[in-house]
């Protein structure tokens, strides 16, 4: 039977392959550590989970939500961009709470999106950036570009090249899976470009409040007169801890907010009540806890570079983000990063994330995820270590290895 349209604009899942080969090991009994989903292992704090507790005992909060997000929880939202950003945001038209920043982005691309719209997007990518325009009917026009001097003159190829014009750009910083930052100069300049070219900003900083080595990550809306064509989104999975608590916010624009509300409201009745409450007690907290994980995903950090780079494998220390780019070992580059991190499962019992699912230009990389503790850590190290011992020899070799899996 013939795919539906959509599904066949969809690529393979390369991600699932990899599953499909941790979950094959486990039942073998191995013991994979899992470097691979950005799943976040700490516990929420505790604070919050009793928040969530007490008010799901009132049964008055187990009816349908709101859509958009409880009065509270938008003004605690507005509230921290005016405190971390320096950002005043109308809570009732300028922000609105989506089920994770994915969520978001996906219905951002439904409310704006025509059929053959081109949208510059920077590869890699995390997925969704791209494949929410696919999935809508739209183009992607890719660009392999990091957050400097090159990327003004990238975004004017893109221009140059795409008929029709492009309606949005794509950001993402601090980036998945690069882990690259962007400063507050850098955003002034897309968003000068953006404005004398009519072009949307979709900004994903999920990741702004886990950073290591740098100034906390700017947001664009902080530029003078950004709002007039941005929305920005935002987790609280990675900053609380809340992955499974499916609790995001998209702000900005009223124009842009008002779309993504308006189709929002045609699929979902927004979040649990108890959630919604219990996110609002967390973004109204003193800090604390936002420090504590920044804390943990630092050493965590620490820990995989060092001993990575005594097991023979030189990764670079990511600035921000609970995520590590890493370049494949030489001798293994030219497998690409699919079989190189099929590799891993079956010779080392580490799991990590390909590169090429995050976009054709990343694949001489995989992405490593700081979701286990430092004693994992320093295990998948060894693993590593003696797989690299015994592959070594030449490439031609480390070839003939993959081959005979």
């Not at 026009?141 to 221009?159: K, T």
Request: proline share 8%; hydrophobic share 40%; with cysteine.
């Amino acid at each position: 039977m013939e795919e539906f349209h959509k599904v066949r604009r969809l690529p393979p899942y390369v991600f699932e392959q990899v599953n499909r080969l941790k979950a094959s090991a486990r039942s073998r009994g191995a013991d994979i550590i899992d470097l691979g989903m950005g799943n976040p292992d700490l516990p929420t704090p505790k604070a919050i989970v009793d928040k969530l507790c007490e008010v799901v005992r009132d049964p008055r909060t187990h009816r349908y939500s709101s859509s958009r997000g409880i009065p509270g929880l938008r003004r605690a939202q507005a509230n921290y961009y005016a405190r971390r950003f320096g950002v005043k945001l109308d809570p009732d038209t300028q922000v609105v709470a989506t089920l994770g920043s994915k969520e978001g982005f996906a219905n951002m691309a439904q409310a704006i999106t025509a059929p053959g719209d081109v949208v510059l997007c920077p590869n890699p990518t995390y997925p969704i950036h791209a494949f929410g325009f696919i999935m809508s009917g739209g183009v992607i026009r890719s660009l392999q570009v990091e957050p400097n001097d090159g990327f003004i003159p990238a975004l004017e190829r893109g221009i140059r090249h795409s008929i029709p014009k492009p309606l949005a750009l794509i950001l993402n910083y601090p980036s998945n899976p690069t882990a690259l930052v962007a400063s507050l100069d850098f955003y002034k300049d897309v968003v000068a470009f953006a404005k004398k070219n009519d072009i949307i900003i979709l900004s994903d900083l999920a990741y702004s409040e886990i950073y290591f080595d740098c100034p906390p990550p700017p947001s664009v809306l902080e530029v003078p007169g950004a709002i007039d064509i941005t929305v920005e989104f935002t987790s609280m999975s990675k900053t609380f801890s809340m992955p499974g608590w499916r609790m995001g916010f998209a702000v900005g624009n009223e124009r842009l907010i008002a779309a993504l509300t308006r189709v929002k409201s045609y699929l979902d009745y927004g979040a649990f009540t108890p959630i919604q409450v219990a996110a609002t007690a967390a973004l109204n907290g003193d800090g604390s806890d936002i420090a504590e994980v920044r804390e943990v995903y630092h050493k965590r950090r620490d820990v995989m570079v060092d001993s990575f780079g005594r097991a023979g494998w030189n990764v670079p220390a990511p600035p921000a983000s609970m995520f590590a780019w890493a370049p494949i070992p030489e001798p293994f580059k030219r497998l690409g990063s699919l079989e190189f991190s099929k590799l891993l499962i079956e010779k080392a019992d580490v799991a990590v994330a390909p590169g090429i699912g995050f976009g054709e230009y990343g694949d001489d990389f995989v992405r490593i995820a700081l979701v286990e503790n430092e004693h994992r850590i320093r295990q998948a190290a060894r693993n590593i270590k003696r797989f690299l011992s015994s592959a070594e020899g030449p490439a031609d070799n480390v070839v003939s290895l993959a081959a005979r899996r």
